[in-house]
């Protein structure tokens, strides 16, 4: 079974700077698909980027990008010129390729705060 | 542009009581998925459906029963409510292709006391 493991619980960083949330993943499949989701205050749960596996290229949303290294299992997300609505918990998830493969597999989850 | 819709937003049930959960998209999405989210934690999967008539339990199935006789609907009903139901409910809804991301509804958050 997949796992996937967000080891920071929390985090902080100053408004207009740049934070990154580390995320790894367990898999023996080669075909599957990373998310990363913010769940503001408000609870409802929003796709911030989304990344291949068969892509090499890092997936990149505005001020959102991610570090992908498909061999190490690796799958970080990189804000810049970070903002107080970035504010929330951030969790990474993986579906894989398959046929039949339904099912969003979700870390722990970061919780971030931006400081004025 | 309503996308997945839950009802109701915030419960309080009996232990013992039961309750359905209902959830609507109107994105002509074929899979369907429910989750709970207890606190501190990801999401799981309670059940997942891949169209009309077809359901299937996920992770954490338990204490749970679900149906899709429509395209548009998802209904989760809890029998029997137990304090271990406490959580915060979510719907969700995708294209068929793995790649297309789930789209969640707003959540129901459910106390069981």
């Known amino acids: 079974a997949q796992t996937v493991t967000q080891s920071q619980p929390e985090m902080s960083v100053q408004e207009a700077e740049t934070v990154t949330l580390s995320c790894t993943y367990d898999?023996?499949?080669?075909?599957?698909?990373l998310f990363w989701y913010k769940q503001p205050p408000s609870r409802q749960m929003i796709l911030v980027i989304r990344?291949?596996?068969?892509?090499?290229q890092n997936a990149t949303e505005n001020r959102f990008s991610v570090n992908f290294q498909k061999a190490a299992k690796s799958f970080s997300l990189k804000i810049s010129d970070s903002q107080l609505g970035d504010a929330a918990m951030y969790f990474c998830?993986?579906?894989?390729?398959?046929?039949?493969?339904?099912?969003?597999?979700f870390g722990k989850g970061t919780k971030l705060s931006v400081i004025p | 542009n309503a996308g997945v819709t839950q009802t109701p937003k915030f419960r309080i049930l009996k232990i013992g009581q039961s309750m359905t959960l209902q959830c609507a998209q109107d994105m002509n999405h074929n899979y369907m998925y429910w989750y709970r989210q207890d606190p501190g934690m990801g999401l799981k999967l309670i059940y997942y459906s891949v169209g009309a008539g077809i359901t299937d339990k996920g992770e954490v199935p338990n204490g749970y029963n679900v149906s899709r006789s429509t395209t548009e609907d998802f209904p989760l009903r809890l029998e029997l409510a137990a304090p271990s139901q406490t959580s915060v409910y979510f719907c969700?809804?995708?294209?068929?292709?793995?790649?297309?991301?789930?789209?969640f509804g707003d959540g129901t958050r459910l106390s069981i006391l």
């Open positions: 969700a809804s995708s294209y068929r292709v793995s790649r297309q991301p789930q789209h």
């Open positions: 990344q291949e596996a068969y892509k090499q």
């Open positions: 998830a993986y579906r894989s390729g398959g046929a039949g493969s339904y099912q969003l597999t």
């Open positions: 898999t023996s499949e080669s075909d599957y698909y």
